[in-house]
């Protein structure tokens, strides 16, 4: 079963036999008219960023707790290039995330990452997970969960 989360207020909604195959207009909860389809159901804590991005890695909304954990106000991140934006590294990683999740439509899961926040001269750790898009458009959604290390 489906379950569509809205990158604004990570509100969830499973879609039900009655709605199967036909997408939300928007979240129940607060309005957005975009929300964001996933197979499993997902949680994002309170600090959890959430960030869909088109085809091109490119941002078309940075929601729920994006502000506080990435520092940049929504506006100065539309459109921008995610990775670029936000410095995102994967130094555990064998392969890039981002590009595996695209390019084979499936879910990565509390792959470790680092990333800049906007005014802060170092990076901070966090652990991030990746949902592919399975409309036409592409894209992906990114969870983004800075942890405290050492
Ligand atoms: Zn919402």
Redesign the pocket.
Known sequence: MAVFI?P????REASSERTEGHQPRG?E????GFVFEIMDDYYAGPLTALIACDAKRRVLTAGHASVPVTGWPEGDMIGRDVVEALSLRFPGAKDDPVDRVMEWGVRAQGEECTFRPQGLSEDRHAVIDLFPAYDDDGGLLLAITPVTKG
């Not at 909860?29 to 957005?32: A, D, F, L, T």
Request: proline fraction near 0%; charged fraction near 10%.
């Open positions: 809205c604004q207020c990570a509100h979240c909860k607060c309005g957005s």
